[in-house]
Nanobody, 125 residues
Framework: QVQLEESGGGLVQAGGSLRLSCAASGRPFSSYIMGWFRQPPGKAREFLGAIKWSGDSTVYADSVKGRFTISRDNGLGTLYLQMRSLKREDTAGYYC??????????????????WGQGTQVTVSS
């Protein structure tokens, strides 16, 4: 199995940028499809995007497409989420997750077996 730990969250003004990181340990990082999710208080966990094992393909939710970019460095065992043009509605706990299986275009949280503890992002107006 793999252990995941997010970092990089914090307070940012609307319109600003932030980069989250997710450090993996344990089983080889490159074995997993990686995803980012977020969960605002009192709401369901939302899929943001995912990246293939090699990093050569990504998919994004419509809500963040064009503003958020997912990348990975398999040598460092790290996943990234670059967030730009942040809005107040982006305020949430952000989670990285790892999945096995086949690559596809849409993902449900239940399909990811391993999760980090989350990092909070707060966007102020």
């Amino acid at each position: 199995q793999v252990q995941l730990e997010e970092s990089g969250g914090g307070l940012v003004q609307a319109g600003g940028s932030l980069r989250l990181s997710c450090a993996a340990s344990g089983r080889p990082f490159s074995s997993y499809i990686m995803g980012w999710f977020r969960q605002p208080p009192g709401k369901a966990r939302e899929f943001l995007g995912a990246i293939k094992w090699s990093g050569d393909s990504t998919v994004y939710a419509d809500s963040v497409k064009g503003r958020f970019t997912i990348s990975r460095d398999n040598g460092l065992g790290t996943l990234y989420l670059q967030m730009r043009s942040l809005k107040r509605e982006d305020t949430a706990g952000y989670y990285c997750a790892a999945a096995g299986g086949r690559w596809k275009e849409k993902w449900d949280p239940a399909e990811f077996a391993y999760w980090g503890q989350g990092t909070q992002v707060t966007v102020s107006s």
